[in-house]
């Protein structure tokens, strides 16, 4: 079973759909209008890690591949217990974080509440936020600031900022593209996670060219296992 919800998740599938490894990809069914995927799919929690155990046992599962976000961390900590007590073979697929380079005005924090907490006491700003359509409502603390939304689907209900442009868009995205983006819209400082990877690298490679300070959410801690970067590794470790 891979678990996804990530661009990895697809290059994998569609590498083990080659290679005849039978296959589920399961998401969590954030994101309204799921991809067509090369493997059959199942959408939904499983119910904690023993859930997750139980789909395991139940559906002959006999290896598990993290290929969530690196923001992930429950699932990532339940697929880590259920596999170390059922004793099966797993492993994480994951990106290579972001790296500041000379020249970035980078302000790390350590989650999205001290971004918004950070926020707070700036003078009023136009702020690409970057950070999915979950946590947004941690940003209500800051109102002063025009906030610029880039999401995957509509933000359900009514947005808890006062001043907020919601662009409905999946990526990956051109740099030019978001350059002309940030500059029409007077974007002055960048929040975004850590994600890594290159389908959302535009943003922080906009920013770079237009001297953007960013706040930079830093990765969760996630449990110890054996990691690949790419999805062909994957491959070559589920065949032996
Ligand atoms: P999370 O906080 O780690 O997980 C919350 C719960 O969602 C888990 O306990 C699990 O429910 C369920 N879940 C998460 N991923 C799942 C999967 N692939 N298949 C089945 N159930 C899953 O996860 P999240 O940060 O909300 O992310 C949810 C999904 O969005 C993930 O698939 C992730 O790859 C993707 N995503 C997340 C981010 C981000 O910034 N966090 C960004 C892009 C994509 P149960 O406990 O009931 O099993």
Redesign the pocket.
């Given at each position: 079973m891979i678990?996804?919800?990530?661009s990895e998740a697809t290059h994998l599938s569609k590498l083990v759909a080659l290679a005849k490894i039978n296959a589920t990809l399961?998401?969590?069914g954030?994101v309204k209008r799921t991809k067509p995927q090369p493997i059959p799919i199942r959408i939904?929690?499983?119910?904690?890690p023993e859930?997750?155990c139980d789909y395991i046992v139940q559906n002959k599962i006999t290896h598990v591949i993290d290929a969530?976000?690196p923001?992930?961390?429950?699932?990532?900590w339940?697929t880590f217990k259920a596999c170390t007590d059922l004793r099966i073979p797993f492993a994480a697929l994951t990106r290579n974080p972001w790296v500041k380079e000379p020249g970035d005005n980078w302000k790390n924090v350590d989650s999205v509440k001290a971004a918004a907490i950070m926020l707070k006491s700036h003078e009023p700003k136009t702020v690409f936020l970057a950070?999915?359509r979950?946590q947004v409502p941690e940003f209500k603390i800051a109102q002063q600031h025009k906030y610029i939304l880039r999401l995957v689907d509509p933000f359900e209900g009514n947005l808890p900022l006062k001043n907020a442009h919601t662009i409905i868009s999946r990526g990956p995205f051109e740099v030019s593209h978001d350059i002309k983006l940030m500059s029409e819209n007077g974007v002055n400082i960048i929040i975004c996670?850590n994600?890594g990877g290159t389908g959302a690298v535009s943003k922080l490679l906009a920013g770079r060219r237009l001297k953007l300070p960013v706040i930079m959410i830093n990765r969760p801690k996630l449990p110890e296992r054996i990691t690949f970067h790419s999805p062909t590794e994957i491959v070559e470790w589920l065949k032996h």
């Open positions: 678990l996804g919800g990530t399961s998401f969590a954030r939904g929690g499983f119910g904690g859930g997750l969530t976000h923001f992930a961390e429950q699932i990532s339940n950070i999915g979950i996670k994600s």
